[in-house]
């Protein structure tokens, strides 16, 4: 029997996460999950819990949620001028509230809960779909509920070394591997995507990030629609890359000129629209 924890006050664009639905992608249903997976992980570490469990997803660094019962939490991801420090265990009594005023930082911020948050699976997987209608946002009023296993004197006093903490004011070149499509493109749009400097647009989602840079001609013209992962760099007709994000399509219709490595895909998504960066080419 699940206990009430946390009351949400304010949450502009938050939602429950965990790490995803797998095994789901062939029929048509995207992986979903935090979009921050190592932030997923380190904030379920620090509480004691499964890597993959359900944590909240919070949008912009902007939330307020308020303590109905004594509680452990852990706070990771975007610096989100917070009213309590992040990457450590906070012991929350009860009525006490937590206040994220926006991110400085990155993009995602990650709130786990100790003894794990009680949260419908669809799927195997207690993560927001809004599209296809599994789950939706939180809402102020909504009560976060925590299972009965929780272990507090276990765990108090965790923190992630400052060392680890990632520094999300800087981001590294971003690692991508050649695509399907990577030598069907001229080697000068190749090039351009390598040097060139790509700049995260406003519209940009949990489905999709748009970059705005040098245009990179030359795709192939019509191509049948084939499998795309979470990572694939599509490129349209307008020249501009898509980088399909957790929420994205399984299929695509877009030549697939390269993909983001998985441990990089983390660092992208905490790049908050107007973030500039680069591109360095690797191998799987």
């Known amino acids: 029997m ?13 939602s429950i996460q965990d790490a995803g ?8 249903v995207p992986s979903s999950g935090a979009m921050d997976q190592e932030s ?3 904030a379920n570490r620090l509480v004691g819990n499964r890597d993959e469990s359900p944590v909240l997803e919070i949008a912009f660094g902007r939330a307020i949620f308020r303590a109905l019962a004594s509680v452990t939490i852990a706070l990771t991801g975007a610096d989100a001028s917070a009213s309590h420090p992040l990457w450590r265990t906070l012991r929350l009594t009860p009525g006490e509230s937590v206040h994220l ?4 930082s990155g993009l995602w911020c990650y709130v786990a809960l100790e003894g794990e948050m009680d949260a419908p699976h ?8 809004q599209r296809a209608g599994i789950g939706r946002m939180l809402r102020p009023g909504d009560i976060i ?12 006093g965790r923190f992630l070394s400052p060392e680890a903490i990632p520094d999300w004011r800087h981001p590294a070149n971003i690692e991508i591997w050649p695509g399907p499509e990577w030598e069907a493109f001229p080697e000068s749009s190749r090039t351009r995507l390598l ?3 790509w700049e995260v647009s406003a519209q940009s989602d949990r489905t999709g990030y748009r970059l705005q840079g040098a245009s990179l001609p030359g795709g192939p013209p019509g191509i049948l629609s084939g499998p795309v992962l979470t990572g694939t760099i599509q490129v349209p007709p307008s020249g501009q890359p898509i980088i399909l994000m957790r929420d994205g399509p399984t299929v695509g219709g877009y030549a697939r000129l390269a993909s983001v490595s998985p441990p990089d895909l983390d660092r992208l998504a905490q790049c908050a629209p107007g973030t500039r960066f680069q591109f360095q080419l690797g191998s799987p």
């Open 101 to 104: 005023r926006g991110a400085k």
């Open 122 to 129: 669809f799927l195997g997987s207690a993560s927001v779909y």
């Open 40 to 42: 997923l992980r380190q």
């Open 145 to 156: 509920r925590r299972s009965r296993d929780f272990r507090t004197n276990t765990i108090a």
């Open 2 to 14: 699940s206990t009430p924890a946390l009351e949400i006050l304010e949450a502009p664009a938050a």
């Open 195 to 197: 040097e060139g400097d």
């Open 21 to 28: 639905r797998k095994g789901w992608r062939s029929f048509g």
